[in-house]
T-cell receptor, first 112, second 115 residues
């Protein structure tokens, strides 16, 4: 039981490049989330999903897109990366929308 | 929008001293969760409080939820070096239907323990 996994662990992008971050969970959770964590800013919600085929905007969605084609996977896309998107990205999931969230190990992204 | 403030931002304690972090929300919460993040790690769930005035204990950790469900605290008795990390509170707005799946995190309190 791997829990929540994220790939890649690290990535360096040039401004304007695109990439996709993959989150996978093997706990059959309905709800999945993408957060970004910046120094001194806590965790901020980017997008979330309440089930397969659904997505919704969080607090800081601009510059990101997401897809939930399969229940176990939640993809976060950056179409044209900007230095302001340099951050650590965490994926999380939970069984019910109100229950504890399980976090993945994170992806450290640097945009130069 | 909903804001969750957490103080202090940093706390340095001598091993064996007590530690408390406080969390205040701008809106009434349906529940509050606490997470711990070790340096270089990811947030790990500690506990959830739901009822007004609720107090829960986990060994040396005591969690409280305020009567008005707008504030919460985490108290650690006799800190140990294993307590090092950043402690986050995260609350769910009680009156936002669309936001009921969203947790708003505080900025965290970073705890350092001097052996």
């Amino acid at each position: 039981n791997a829990g929540v996994t994220q790939t890649p662990k690290f990535r360096v992008l040039k401004t304007g490049q695109s990439m996709t971050l993959l989150c996978a969970q093997d706990m059959n959770h309905e709800y999945m989330y993408w957060y970004r964590q910046d120094p001194g800013m806590g965790l901020r919600l980017i997008h979330y999903s309440v089930g397969e085929g659904t997505t919704a905007k969080g607090e800081v969605p601009d510059g990101y897109n997401v897809s939930r084609l399969k229940k176990q996977n939640f993809l976060l896309g950056l179409e044209s990366a900007a230095p302001s998107q340099t951050s650590v990205y965490f994926c999380a999931s939970n069984r019910e929308g109100w229950s504890e969230q399980y976090f993945g190990p994170g992806t450290r992204l640097t945009v130069t | 929008g909903q804001q969750v403030m957490q103080i202090p931002q940093y706390q340095h304690v001598q091993e064996g001293e007590d530690f408390t972090t406080y969390c205040n929300s701008s809106t009434t919460l349906s529940n509050i969760q606490w997470y711990k993040q070790r340096p270089g790690g990811h947030p790990v769930f500690l506990i959830q409080l739901v009822k007004s005035g609720e107090v829960k204990k986990q060994k040396r950790l005591t969690f409280q939820f305020g009567e008005a469900k707008k504030n919460s605290s985490l108290h650690i008795t006799a800190t140990q070096t294993t307590d090092v990390g950043t402690y986050f509170c995260a609350g769910r707005d009680a009156y936002s239907g669309a936001g009921s799946y969203q947790l708003t995190f505080g900025k965290g309190t970073k705890l350092s323990v001097i052996p």
